[in-house]
């Protein structure tokens, strides 16, 4: 009998590589779940990749080519997976022990329009400013409480999509692009994409400056390279010079975000402004970049 739900997991990290053990680990403690399954894609074939096959025989490894992008990672799981709902999440977040539970109640209560649910993202590490800094940076509109309701910016380590909506999505679109961009996209065409925080995640990955900012221009560029044709010479012209902009319109947004729905955050993100200042002007200059030059081999290098 198949699952329920399929939990997909492309393992890409170098960096704080063991926390997946914390990840699987409590997926293995999961309370009141219907039957699932667990996937990870793996492209890193270490030692970690060893230890993990003893540790966890109940969960399935597919392994891929060692610069296989995430996207393509999951994409692997999800072809060899049979449950119903498509959970996909990341190999440094960690669940609570009725997360899979609650996202099977949360789809029974939606209408079969309903494609995709997600929840917010937590700070599992919160000890440096710089890990503070790196958290808002990335998930500050994704941290808790999320406007509940349809939106398609949602977070991509914390979402179920059903089997059915994704089956009628060209392969392509699943390796060329992270799902919360190309796959969001096209399910947007078919029905509503739904946010709720009714199960939340957390987010553990520590990051170095350097890794960090390396990390953070690398999406930047493959994003920005990808946005437009190639063809499309004067947008991303035009793109080019009014990036330089992006550092006051990321804060403006992260400061009134804070001030109107996550006071609980105001006081981090003011402690943290100058380092998250430094990761916004790296952000920038991938993504100018990426508008200028193209997205070179940007997504094969990013965890």
């Given at each position: 009998?198949?699952?329920?739900?399929?939990?997909?997991?492309?393992?890409?990290?170098?960096?704080?590589?063991?926390?997946?053990?914390?990840t699987?680990?409590?997926?293995?403690?999961?309370?009141?779940?219907?039957?699932?399954?667990?996937?990870?894609?793996?492209?890193?074939?270490?030692?970690?990749?060893?230890?993990?096959?003893?540790?966890f025989?109940?969960?399935?490894?597919?392994?891929?080519?060692?610069?296989?992008?995430?996207?393509?990672?999951?994409?692997?799981?999800?072809?060899?997976?049979?449950?119903?709902?498509?959970?996909?999440?990341?190999?440094?977040?960690?669940?609570?022990?009725?997360?899979?539970?609650?996202?099977?109640?949360?789809?029974?209560?939606?209408s079969?329009?309903?494609?995709?649910v997600?929840?917010?993202?937590?700070?599992?590490?919160?000890?440096?400013?710089?890990?503070?800094?790196?958290?808002?940076?990335?998930?500050?509109?994704v941290?808790?409480?999320?406007?509940?309701?349809?939106?398609?910016?949602?977070?991509?380590?914390?979402?179920?999509?059903?089997?059915?909506?994704?089956?009628?999505?060209?392969?392509?679109?699943?390796?060329?692009?992270?799902?919360?961009?190309?796959?969001?996209?096209?399910?947007?065409?078919?029905?509503?994409?739904?946010?709720?925080n009714?199960?939340?995640?957390?987010?553990?990955?520590?990051?170095?400056?350097?890794?960090?900012?390396?990390?953070?221009?690398?999406?930047?560029?493959?994003?920005?390279?990808?946005?437009?044709?190639?063809?499309?010479?004067?947008?991303?012209?035009?793109?080019?010079?009014?990036?330089?902009?992006?550092?006051?319109?990321?804060?403006?947004?992260?400061?009134?975000?804070?001030?109107?729905?996550?006071?609980?955050?105001?006081?981090?993100?003011?402690?943290?402004?100058?380092?998250?200042?430094?990761?916004?002007?790296?952000?920038?200059?991938?993504?100018?970049?990426?508008?200028?030059?193209?997205?070179?081999?940007?997504?094969?290098?990013?965890?």
């Open positions: 009998m198949a699952p329920r739900i399929s939990v997909l997991i492309g393992r890409a990290s170098q960096i704080d590589r063991e926390r997946i053990f914390e699987l680990s409590a997926l293995r403690r999961q309370q009141g779940a219907p039957e699932f399954e667990v996937l990870i894609a793996d492209r890193c074939h270490d030692q970690v990749s060893e230890q993990l096959h003893e540790q025989p109940e969960f399935r490894f597919i392994s891929a080519p060692a610069h296989t992008p995430l996207p393509a990672l999951r994409y692997l799981a999800l072809a060899a997976s049979a449950g119903e709902l498509i959970v996909v999440t990341e190999d440094h977040c960690i669940a609570p022990p009725q997360w899979l539970h609650k996202i099977n109640h949360e789809f029974g209560s939606q079969t329009d309903v494609l995709a997600a929840g917010p993202v937590e700070n599992g590490v919160a000890e440096r400013i710089f890990d503070r800094a790196n958290f808002l940076c990335e998930y500050e509109a941290s808790p409480p999320l406007s509940s309701g349809p939106r398609q910016a949602l977070p991509g380590n914390n979402i179920a999509y059903r089997r059915s909506a994704l089956s009628m999505i060209d392969e392509d679109v699943f390796k060329r692009a992270f799902w919360e961009h190309g796959v969001h996209q096209a399910l947007a065409t078919q029905g509503r994409l739904i946010a709720t009714a199960f939340t995640i957390k987010h553990t990955k520590r990051f170095g400056w350097r890794n960090f900012l390396t990390q953070r221009f690398l999406y930047s560029r493959h994003f920005a390279g990808h946005r437009f044709e190639r063809s499309a010479w004067f947008r991303r012209l035009l793109a080019c010079f009014l990036t330089p902009l992006l550092p006051l319109v990321l804060s403006a947004r992260a400061i009134a975000d804070a001030i109107t729905r996550r006071r609980h955050l105001l006081n981090d993100l003011l402690v943290c402004f100058p380092a998250l200042f430094i990761c916004y002007l790296v952000w920038t200059l991938g993504e100018v970049v990426g508008y200028a030059l193209g997205p070179g081999t940007a997504l094969n290098r990013i965890e």
